[in-house]
C-alpha cells in the first residue's frame, strides 16, 4: 500500500458541522466581497450578508467548543504553533471585519436591514468621526488581515496537500 493511500485511510475528517461552517463561511466572504464591489447599489445587501457572517461565525466558535477536532496531523512544533495563531487571527479577523462595518453603519446612523427579517436601526445621534475611524478600520486594517491571513490559510492546505502529500484537505471535505 502507498503512503498516500495509507494517509488517506488515517484522516480523521471534521465533523459536518464544522465543515459545513467552514465552507459556507467562506461562500459568505466572497460573496460579501463581491457585492461591496459592485457599488452602493448593493451596500445594504453587502450589510446584511456581512451580518450574517457574523452570526454564521459565532455559531462557529460555539461548535469548535462544543465539539471535538480531529486529531492534529505530526508536524513539527513549530507549524503547530503558526497554525494554531493563524486559526485565532483568523477567527479575530472574521468577527472583526462584520463588527467594524457594523459599528461603522451603526455610528454613521445608518440602520442594518439583515434580508428584510429584522432590522437594526442606526444611532439616533450620528458620530462621522467614529463612523469614519470604524470603516478605516473595517476597510483597511480587518480587510487586509483577513485577506492575508485567508492567503496563507489556502497556502498551506496547498502546502499539506501538494508538498507534504499528507491529504490534510480530505479533513475538510
Given at each position: 500500500?502507498?503512503?498516500?493511500?495509507?494517509n488517506?485511510?488515517?484522516?480523521?475528517k471534521y465533523?459536518?458541522a464544522?465543515?459545513l461552517?467552514h465552507?459556507?463561511?467562506?461562500?459568505?466572504i466572497?460573496?460579501?466581497?463581491f457585492l461591496v464591489?459592485?457599488?452602493e447599489d448593493?451596500?445594504?445587501l453587502?450589510?446584511?450578508?456581512g451580518?450574517?457572517?457574523?452570526?454564521?461565525t459565532?455559531?462557529r466558535?460555539i461548535?469548535r467548543v462544543?465539539s471535538k477536532?480531529?486529531?492534529?496531523?505530526?508536524m513539527?512544533?513549530?507549524?503547530t504553533?503558526?497554525s494554531?495563531l493563524?486559526?485565532l487571527?483568523?477567527?479575530v479577523?472574521?468577527?472583526?471585519?462584520?463588527?467594524?462595518?457594523?459599528?461603522?453603519?451603526?455610528?454613521?446612523?445608518?440602520g442594518?436591514d439583515?434580508?428584510g427579517?429584522?432590522?437594526?436601526?442606526g444611532?439616533?445621534?450620528a458620530?462621522?468621526?467614529?463612523?469614519?475611524t470604524l470603516?478605516g478600520?473595517?476597510r483597511g486594517?480587518?480587510?487586509?488581515a483577513l485577506?492575508?491571513?485567508v492567503?496563507?490559510?489556502?497556502?498551506?492546505a496547498?502546502y499539506?496537500q501538494?508538498?507534504k502529500?499528507?491529504?490534510?484537505l480530505?479533513?475538510m471535505?
Amino acid at each position: 500500500m502507498t503512503q498516500l493511500a495509507t494517509n488517506a485511510m488515517q484522516i480523521q475528517k471534521y465533523n459536518l458541522a464544522a465543515r459545513l461552517f467552514h465552507w459556507v463561511g467562506a461562500l459568505l466572504i466572497v460573496t460579501a466581497w463581491f457585492l461591496v464591489e459592485q457599488g452602493e447599489d448593493f451596500i445594504g445587501l453587502h450589510k446584511a450578508v456581512g451580518f450574517s457572517f457574523l452570526i454564521w461565525t459565532l455559531l462557529r466558535l460555539i461548535n469548535r467548543v462544543v465539539s471535538k477536532a480531529p486529531a492534529a496531523l505530526p508536524m513539527p512544533a513549530w507549524q503547530t504553533a503558526i497554525s494554531h495563531l493563524t486559526h485565532l487571527a483568523l477567527y479575530v479577523a472574521m468577527i472583526g471585519m462584520p463588527v467594524t462595518g457594523f459599528l461603522s453603519a451603526y455610528f454613521g446612523g445608518y440602520g442594518v436591514d439583515v434580508f428584510g427579517i429584522f432590522q437594526i436601526a442606526g444611532a439616533a445621534e450620528a458620530n462621522r468621526d467614529l463612523a469614519r475611524t470604524l470603516m478605516g478600520v473595517h476597510r483597511g486594517l480587518m480587510w487586509n488581515a483577513l485577506l492575508a491571513l485567508v492567503v496563507l490559510h489556502i497556502g498551506a492546505a496547498l502546502y499539506h496537500q501538494f508538498v507534504k502529500k499528507d491529504n490534510l484537505l480530505a479533513r475538510m471535505r
